[in-house]
Nanobody, 121 residues
């Protein structure tokens, strides 16, 4: 199995910045894409940003120009740098990866437990 542990969430004022981290561990053979999703209260979970193994990236329109996703392949870690935060960015942020565990030929999707980001004055 693959375990994803997020960190870096918290309370920040509008216009502020936060950096989320997500470290993958476990019986990992290979990791493809890593991504960040978020779910605000009463809303469905939505994709925020995704990064491929080739470092290609894609962002939700609502965060383009403000958020940056990056990864450290050697450490199986993905980051989300969030700048110019707005109140509407308040949500639980979840790390997601598509990975293959040792002994399996299949790629599966794994989720972290989530970290709360609150943007408020």
């Amino acid at each position: 199995q693959v375990q994803l542990v997020e960190s870096g969430g918290g309370l920040v004022q509008p216009g502020g910045s936060l950096r989320l981290s997500c470290a993958a561990s476990g019986n990992i053979f290979n990791i493809n894409a890593m991504a960040w999703y978020r779910q605000a209260l009463g809303n469905q979970r939505e994709l925020v940003a995704v990064i491929g193994r080739d470092d290609s990236t894609n962002y939700a329109d609502s965060v383009k120009g403000r958020f940056t996703i990056s990864r450290d392949v050697a450490k199986n870690t993905v980051y989300l740098q969030m700048n110019s935060l707005k109140s509407k960015d308040t949500a639980v942020y979840y790390c997601n990866t598509n990975a293959r565990v040792t002994g399996s030929f299949l790629y599966r999707t794994f989720w972290g437990q989530g970290t709360l980001v609150t943007v408020s004055s």
